[in-house]
């Protein structure tokens, strides 16, 4: 009989102290998971179409600057769901004119292609790896299109100010750490833009390794915009700084121009020369 | 000696650049700081000329490939790639007449003005120069000299009919030069149910071929391999209107699959028809192909999975009897293709090309003719690595044919030291059992080379 207790409690401790170690691995609080998902819309879903132009430079630690300008046109196909990318490189020289097509899906790999014109060639891409480095810089593909919102557990854990901002502060942690490649993510986000104002990457260590950081935010077209940002690799002491020189919703993007006729016949009327 | 004059001054050219874009670096970074981001256009000078400077952009280039022990067979016996390059493009959309700016025009011209010191000649050519424009929205017409790729092979090609330049793919020039031009016509039709494409090439455009100047190969009139010695004659399909080549594709996506079918009647670009033996004179061959395509995701694997099939229709030798024409054959390609972190990305390609009418071609066959098996295959490797910043690319490609026992392995290595240098380091190796395939054919040609660009 006593036997039987001390078994039972045994499997009793086993079983509570198993489910609050898988409480506190994917802690998801309703307050957590609505402060991402709206940040996920500010940032990524704002209005239905995007035109952007957009400049990169990417610094490396010895000082050396790289630089990269594409135009970037956006479509939600549904909110806060599926949606299409076109981007297009002004410069440098040597990829001037290249361009890519995405087909961004939530619950399954996106579709990318990729068109060089020296050689008229359009080009699948696999995109297994979304923390493939986006055009040599400093943000990952995941950076620039996001993770969906299911992917990773939200919790909030504080309020803080940043500046002028009253940020709420959230830890996300990937269900799945080793697909993901880190532990977790610390955002910064303002309450009054639900736009992410600082991102803290954690490695699958728990050491911070990257940051992001909000440098300017500009309401356009009655849309509160991030117009400059970086992202700090600590490590590796490089930096990229991000900045949108211009943006225009709403211009009129279809989901019909989303194939490979807009590779080969880049669309002057958005991205000009 | 002209060609030592004009590689001295492109030479010339490139260190002028190159030491005021040090200075432009030096001065851009310290303007950076102080002014920020300040769009472009507002620093350039209104001047016109300077627009017309600014949109005309291109590289610079040198380019020296030595041969690892090699043949003395060719012209030159140490090297066969060593040349500057300076090509220019640029692209002008006029806005007036208002008739011709609502069809959304574009004229474009891409030339290569090439010092080659192996052939010892100053070559200009224009790489591309054509209009292209919408006269109704769902129609688009390029006109002009173009650069044509359609299919899904990694360097290998079915239904992609158009002319490549294998001498520059095998000496190690970018993989640009794979491609040569066409002079044509490309008429494009889209719609959701399915999008057209019809290309009339009215001017044949052959391969440019391997014929022992540059390359040793194996020469089937002399029975061995040859360089500089062989002689043969080639003769390309008159301009006719009869003459004109017609390649079509039509395309549309199911779902994340992209599917194509395609069809083309011409000519072969190589010579593959031999008019007068004695003469040593060869023909390209009417042909036709008829292949369609799939790409799209590879199921539960991930990674990008894809199938070509093509007939190739030799007209002139249907029945296959005739020896001293190509026979028809079948080609088959799969491919697939997937990326790992870390910036790993890894291909893999089954090709196999089948002779028809192989049993013709057995029973005409000739002592001395170049022996074949009905199916020939071929696999492909390919892996590339990305490091620091994806700014160096490591790369091996690599074909090997288990029915022909030969192989032919390319490694790479590119190093983009900023946004206008690039460093370029490969080599071109082949191997093999038998003189007269594909790849050992070449083997006398392996060479090492070194490519450094600057673009603008």
Known sequence: MKKILAVSIIVFLLFVSGFWTKNVCAQDTQSGKTAMSDMLLAYYYPQTDAKSEISMRIVNRQGQVRERRLTMLRLNQTPGGDQSYYIYFHEPADVKGMSFLVLKHLGRDDDRWMYLPAIDLVKRIATSDKRTSFAGSDFTYEDVSGRALDEDAHELIGEEDLNIYHCLVVKSTPKRPDEAGFSYRKFWIDKATHLPLKVEHYNIKGKLYKVYETQDIQTLQDTPTITKATMKDLAGERYTEITMKEVSYNVGITSDIFQERLLRRPPRQWIGD | MLSKVCSFIIIAFILAISISDVSFAESASINSEKIGNIPQDERKSPDAWAKIFDSVHGFIETAYGPKFLGDKLTQK??????????????????????????????????????????????????REGYGLVSPLSWMDAKLGRQILTWGTGDYLFINDVFPKDYESFFIGRDDEYLKAPSDAGKFSIYSQLVSVDVVVIPFFTPDVSIRGDRLSFYDNFLGRIAGKESSWIFTEPAVQFENTEIATRLYRNLGEYETAIYAFKGFFNQPVGIKNESAKEVFYPKLAVFGASIRGPAPSVGGIASGEIGYSDSLQDRSGENRLIENSGMKYLLGYERDFPKDWRIGMQYFVEQMLNFDEFKANSQPGDIPRDEFRQLLTFRITK???????????????????????????????????????????????????????????????????????
């Open chain 2, 386 to 456: 990305l490091f620091w910043l994806q700014t160096l690319e490591a790369s091996l490609f690599s074909f090997y044919s288990p029915t022909d026992s030969d192989a032919y392995i390319r490694p790479r290595l590119a190093w983009q030291a900023n946004d206008r240098w690039k460093l370029t380091v490969g080599a071109n190796i082949f191997f093999g059992k038998h003189d007269w395939t594909e790849f050992d054919q070449l083997e006398g040609n392996d060479n090492f080379y070194i490519r450094l660009r600057y673009s603008f």
């Open chain 2, 77 to 126: 016996n140490d090297y066969n790639l060593l040349e500057q390059r300076l090509q220019l493009k640029v692209a002008y959309r006029p806005q007036k007449p208002a008739w011709l700016a609502s069809w959304n025009p574009e004229f474009f011209y891409k030339g290569d003005l090439l010092s080659d010191e192996y052939k010892e000649i100053l070559r200009y050519q224009t």
